[in-house]
């Protein structure tokens, strides 16, 4: 299949190549005398340089939760005990262990037909954001990339400073993107960047993201879906949002079909930051086609000369628990909809919601009215100590809107700190 969109597939980085291929032969058994790099960490990870660790799980984790920790005990564990495999380099896209539990993430829950051994269709990365400004800067500069009018801030950076023609695509009061204006500026071998559901809006449909694909595919086109939120979703009828575990199911379904149908097309990137609580650890991952994945490959591996050996094993046990039993999810949205609620109780009338009853991602927009969102984000941080982000970039133009986020609160049972939080916030906006 064709890709005129895209870079042709380079050279890969000679120091990572070499660092890759010595991996390989390891995992296969094969006899390795590797002079590849510079890789002092090396010099440790034959040595025991800890007589014992014990890392226990406490019976006070919530059961949705206990496989996430379960991961990161024993990716704490393999990373440094008996011998310290952490400090040493490992290659960066992950090694193919890694990279067959990500073909399976991709088989499993987007539909994408993909064999465990298709290493070069996907790659794993330090975090989803590392994988979004890969695949952005794998297509041609000059190429036009249709963006949504609310969407990511850092996705339109990536795209101008890349030398491509970022268009935004008009979006209506409720939320929904206009496909008129999307199929009027869907033109021959463009790319369209979407996140869905949508950071910040939170807005979410899969047939609008259906819709927008096969609008891209008639044209020759491509489709970056920026999907790090997929199990994080909520109903939301008017004033009440509630976690409905058949409406999420029914949801994840029509995504799989899109993802059957139109995976040749599709450059798909995620993480396990949003869906398994492990933001910190920059475990991302993306699938793509060969050249695509090649790209990428090269972007990443003249930039870091090795992934983030811990994050990267700790990923791939958190992982491997999150496809074998998918519970941690389930937790996260019952926190954001009793979050939610709270904030739609105390200060409705300021936020700027979805209208078509769903609600994704981890963010709200609180409206400022007349005020630009910079002065107003800057004053409410000066005068009552209240930290949101002006969503100017968000916009890709002068917005009046600032982005709150659901998760930034610590999590207790009373939910005490974000209620106290939402009261500030409530009493400086008065």
């Not at 025991?48 to 984790?61: N, R």
């Not at 794998?138 to 400073?161: C, D, F, H, N």
């Not at 139109?262 to 920059?282: D, E, F, N, V, W």
């Not at 941690?328 to 979805?354: F, T």
Request: proline share 6%; aromatic share 8%; with cysteine.
């Amino acid at each position: 299949m064709k890709q005129d969109y895209l870079l042709p597939s380079p050279p890969a980085p000679a120091i990572r190549e070499a660092m890759a291929k010595a991996v390989q032969r390891k995992e296969k058994g094969l006899a390795v005398f590797d002079f590849s790099s510079g890789n002092i960490g090396n010099l440790m990870v034959s040595q025991h340089v800890f007589s014992h660790m014990d890392v226990s799980v406490t019976d006070d984790v919530l059961p949705e939760l206990k496989p996430v920790v379960e991961g990161m005990r024993d990716g704490l564990i393999a990373s440094y005990y008996p011998a310290p495999a952490g400090v040493a380099y490992s290659p960066t896209g992950g090694t193919d262990p890694i990279r067959a539990l990500v073909a399976r993430y991709y088989r499993e829950l987007h539909g994408v037909p993909i064999e465990d051994t298709a290493s070069d269709r996907v790659i794993v990365t330090a975090g989803g954001q590392q994988a979004m400004t890969a695949a952005l800067r794998s297509i041609k500069p000059g190429t036009r990339v249709l963006v949504p009018q609310w969407e990511y801030g850092p996705a339109s950076g990536v795209i101008r400073a890349h030398g491509c023609e970022e268009v935004r695509v008009g979006m209506k009061d409720d939320l929904s993107i206009d496909m008129e204006d999307f199929r009027r500026k869907a033109t021959k071998a463009a790319v369209c960047y979407v996140s869905m559901p949508n950071n910040p809006t939170g807005y979410m449909s899969a047939e609008q993201l259906r819709e927008m694909t096969r609008i891209m595919v008639e044209n020759d086109g491509g489709l970056v879906w920026d999907a790090p939120y997929l199990f994080t979703l909520l109903r939301l009828d008017g004033t009440v949002s509630s976690y409905d575990a058949k409406m999420l199911q029914e949801t994840l379904n029509t995504l799989r079909e899109i993802g059957e149908q139109y995976y040749p097309h599709l450059c798909i990137l995620s993480s396990l930051s949003k869906t398994c609580l492990i933001a910190g650890l920059r475990f991302g991952f993306a699938y793509a086609s060969a050249q695509w994945i090649d790209n990428m490959e090269a972007i990443i591996g003249r930039e870091n000369l090795s992934s983030p050996t811990p994050s990267f094993i700790t990923g791939k046990e958190v992982l491997k628990r999150f496809l074998d039993k998918p519970t941690s999810y389930a937790w996260v949205c019952r926190v954001l909809a009793n979050r939610l609620n709270i904030l739609i109780r105390e200060m409705g009338d300021h936020l700027l919601l979805p209208g078509n009853g769903l609600f994704g991602a981890l963010y709200v927009l609180i409206k400022t009215g007349d005020q630009p969102c910079k002065p107003f984000a800057d004053r409410l941080i000066e005068q009552s100590g209240i930290v949101t982000v002006p969503c100017n970039q968000f916009y890709g133009g002068e917005a009046h809107a600032v982005r709150l986020s659901l998760v930034s609160v610590p999590w207790t049972e009373d939910e005490a700190g974000w209620i106290a939080s939402v009261a500030a916030l409530k009493a400086a906006l008065a």
